[in-house]
């Protein structure tokens, strides 16, 4: 494929189109601070220069070298040159980059959800937007390999890079799983501009980053030199000036181009002075010339940009583009080592006002200031190939799914057995919903129990890689076969990765217009480790089920390592995850073909009791499980029960009107609380027993129904204070966790009455996970006990037993 270089014409557009770019990116950010009200007198802030460093890649990416199928994740402070792209295509309005950073304005950094321009990626959290590209690229080729998407051309997806974000380390955790799946179609673009928030950036990053991409199969393109420099270096004397150039400290060259075109003449001279050619080259050229010539690196420079994506959209190798830029380009605080969080004065603007030839009250106007006419310059937006499509968020039609999932039907069993055996009952079947189900796990596909399922469906990779120790003939439990038609992508040690992955897969149907239905499982405790990760995917509304199990201290009770106590309150507090913890397989079914369902919805909402809970617009679930088997309940599975599990709690003995103490609890202490209740039946009337499937469903419901009441809908009720209504002021309350207490310890408040919390508090014990449960007060006596506390004046025959 040969590189398509554009005219004369449209490069003049395209110069003109950047001047206008960078104005309106930085009159958004002074009219923040500056110009509009601000009443609390908080700082607005911006980032006029990183922005500016940012300018002409992004004019020719978007204005030229970009197709509708490409995906881009913007550098978080680049964020107003990219609104100000988007309001010359018309997607973005000037009452938003008027209120820019403000409530509803304009973001501060793109986001998907809060944005209305065509934001593919959101990327506030600092390296994160740089490796959902890459993961977004391997969803591209997996829904290839399955013959989906067919109608849509491969896409590049882009990610623009500071050169300070490239020290985050979860980049180069993504850009090793990159190489093991073979990655393609993917461009990483440093803005190379030498400067971080703090510093100037060390000598030679950009060879060491050079080598980190070359050794894992990229290309590497280094764009230093604009065309001004590059001619310069072909006259008499240039190669020398190259030579300076190329060992000039970056602390140097940033304060040179701050000091501007004397400053450049002065050093140049007293270094490469009295040496004939070299001189003659400096002394051609006037102050404002020479700070031109020297401030023309590649990343400024639109020919060379532009040959260089066309030349990268020839193949389907990832590149890594390494652009020279300088951090404030084109303003008068280019080049100063404090510009980054650094503004304009007013002096200042009106000094770039006047260079741009913007009248007062004109600062808004979409060509004002420009030197071709109107017309042309809309008729070339009109032709700018990215835009030909619109805003390009597509919609993919619902997966069915069964109206009930088949329940184990094992006598004894824990919820992550549970899990595996619901999953691998999907897998026998040939149905739409096994069909866009695909799974991923950091490298504990076999503990978290997916191995049946990959047996059943297989792992997914762009060429078959057979299972040699099959191919061998040696016995083994599992097929580890690798070809397009499988459905578990395999991950190395990385939670983040594993989040991010899903992250891109819970966007499919946006992205590419193809549902997926995304499982990842992983160790609970070591969700923490990927916490960043997982509120950057929920930010970007991708739908996903999470499956953390072993949770609490079910997985090893000699060390805290091991253990999870706090991820309960993460699942409440996270926006846009449900999180539930049943305690039986029955329930686990429930809520599992629930989520199905769940992860699908996109509906707006309305002022229903369902969307308190976010059921109209649906999300991703979070399912904590345990590996301790419980001995299961024999019921039936009616609506009723159903609607209760997935609402957050229901009653499995439901107290009488003259309960004295009602148990709730959640998850794996299930055995404990239901002994409890035996306990406290035999001298205690009426006592009630609550299954709380989902404490963070009934915190929920029971926000939202209190905002509805101050909101004047008197009715609102939410689920847990429907089940809680009527019991007796004198009813005592203990709630139960394998997890920090505070998860259900609110239920008090809730019900009114008097509360006693008992949950896993600390880390480092010893024993078995009885001993465990003992010590912290969750064996059934100490349940009891904590009744009796919590009731006093009424003894309990069997607090003896513990004494």
Same mark, same amino acid.
């Given at each position: ?17 950047? @001047? ?50 490409? @995906? ?200 490469? $002075? ?20 020297? $401030? ?79 017309? +042309? ?58 069909? @866009?189900?695909?799974?991923? +796990? ?86 923490? @480790? ?98 301790? +088997? ?57 006592? $009630? ?62 019900? $009114? ?51």
């Amino acid at each position: 494929m040969t590189a398509i270089q554009p005219s004369s014409a449209d490069l003049a557009c395209l110069a003109e189109l950047e @001047r206008k770019v960078l104005w309106l990116a930085s009159w958004t950010i002074h009219n923040a601070n500056h110009v509009r009200p601000n009443l609390d007198g908080l700082k607005i802030g911006g980032h006029q220069a990183s922005s500016a460093s940012m300018s002409t890649i992004l004019t020719a990416l978007y204005f030229s070298a970009l197709r509708p199928e490409d @995906r881009v994740a913007v550098k978080p402070h680049a964020s107003p040159i990219f609104h100000a792209i988007q309001y010359l295509l018309g997607n973005q309005t000037r009452e938003k980059l008027e209120n820019f950073r403000g409530y509803k304005g304009a973001q501060s950094y793109p986001s998907r959800t809060k944005d209305v321009d065509d934001v593919d990626f959101s990327t506030g959290s600092v390296g994160l937007g740089v490796a959902q590209t890459l993961f977004a690229s391997l969803v591209q080729d997996y829904l290839k390999a399955k013959g989906w998407a067919a109608d849509l051309p491969e896409g590049r997806m882009v990610s623009l890079v500071g050169d300070a974000e490239m020290d985050e380390g979860n980049i180069f955790e993504a850009l090793q799983e990159g190489w093991k799946h073979g990655v393609r179609n993917t461009w990483w673009i440093v803005d190379y501009n030498r400067q971080s928030l703090d510093a100037v950036i060390r000598e030679g990053l950009w060879e060491r980053l050079e080598n980190i991409f070359r050794a894992f199969g990229w290309d590497v393109v280094i764009l230093k030199y604009g065309t001004l420099m590059q001619e310069a270096f072909k006259e008499p004397g240039g190669e020398r000036l190259r030579q300076w150039i190329d060992n000039c400290p970056n602390q140097l060259y940033s304060a040179l181009t701050y000091q501007g075109g004397a400053a450049w003449r002065r050093r140049l001279m007293d270094e490469l $002075g009295d040496q004939g050619d070299v001189t003659r080259l400096i002394e051609r050229r006037s102050d404002e010339e020479l700070a031109r010539l020297m $401030g023309n690196l590649g990343g400024h420079d639109l020919p060379s940009l532009l040959e260089a994506f066309a030349q990268a959209r020839t193949h389907d190798r990832p590149v890594c583009f390494i652009a020279y830029t300088v951090k404030g380009f084109g303003l008068p605080l280019a080049g100063h080592k404090d510009n980054h969080s650094g503004l304009l004065t007013r002096e200042q603007m009106d000094g770039f006002r006047t260079a741009n030839k913007v009248r007062p009250g004109h600062e808004w106007d979409r060509f004002e200031g420009l030197s071709l006419p109107d017309a +042309a310059l809309e008729e070339f937006l009109r032709r700018v190939p990215f835009a030909q499509k619109g805003r390009r968020r597509f919609e993919a039609p619902a997966v069915s799914v069964p109206g009930a999932l088949a329940v184990p039907t094992q006598k004894s069993l824990s919820t992550q057995a549970a899990f595996g055996l619901i999953l691998n009952e999907i897998g026998r079947e040939r149905s739409p919903l096994a069909e @866009r189900i695909v799974t991923t +796990a950091p490298d504990v596909t076999v503990s978290t129990n997916l191995g049946a399922w990959v047996n059943r469906r297989g792992l997914f990779a762009r060429s078959e890689m057979a299972d040699l120790f099959k191919k061998e003939r040696i016995p083994s439990t599992y097929s580890w076969e690798f070809s397009p038609k499988g459905q578990h992508l395999e991950l190395g040690i990385a939670e983040s990765n594993l989040f991010i992955l899903l992250s891109a897969l819970g966007l499919s149907h946006s992205l590419f217009g193809e549902r997926l239905l995304p499982i990842g499982t992983v160790y609970d405790p070591f969700i923490m @480790r990927g916490a960043d990760q997982l509120n950057y995917a929920c930010y970007q509304d991708a739908r996903f089920l999470l499956v953390a199990t072993p949770s609490g201290i079910t997985l090893a009770p000699e060390g805290g390592a091991h253990q999870s106590i706090a991820t309960p309150l993460v699942g409440m507090a996270q926006d846009g995850l449900a999180y539930f913890e049943p305690a039986f397989a029955d329930e686990l079914a429930v809520v599992m073909r629930w989520a199905f369902d769940y992860m699908q919805r996109d509906g707006e909402g309305s002022p229903s009791e369902r969307n308190w809970l976010r059921d109209e617009t649906g999300g991703s679930v979070y399912l904590r499980l345990s590996s301790r +088997a419980l001995e299961q309940p024999t019921r039936t599975m009616d609506d009723d029960l159903a609607h209760d599990i997935v609402d957050g709690a229901y009653w499995m003995r439901r107290p009488g009107p003259n309960a004295q103490v009602v148990i709730a609890y959640t998850g794996s202490v299930a055995p404990e609380a239901i002994a409890a209740v035996g306990m406290l039946g035999e001298d205690r009337r009426d006592v $009630g027993l609550l299954a709380v499937t989902s404490a963070d469903r009934l915190s929920a419901g029971w926000s939202a129904a209190q905002r509805a009441r101050e909101r004047g809908l008197s009715h609102a009720r939410g689920h847990i204070e429907r089940l809680l209504d009527g019991l007796p002021p004198h009813c005592a309350l203990v709630t139960v966790v394998d997890g920090h207490p505070a998860t259900l310890s609110w239920l008090g408040s809730v019900a $009114g009455h008097r509360t006693r919390a008992l949950g896993v508090e600390h880390f480092g014990q010893t024993g078995t996970i009885a001993d465990l449960y003992r010590h912290y007060g969750i064996d059934a006596h100490g349940i009891v006990a904590a009744a009796e506390a919590a009731s006093p004046g009424r003894p309990v025959r069997h607090l003896r037993a513990i004494g």
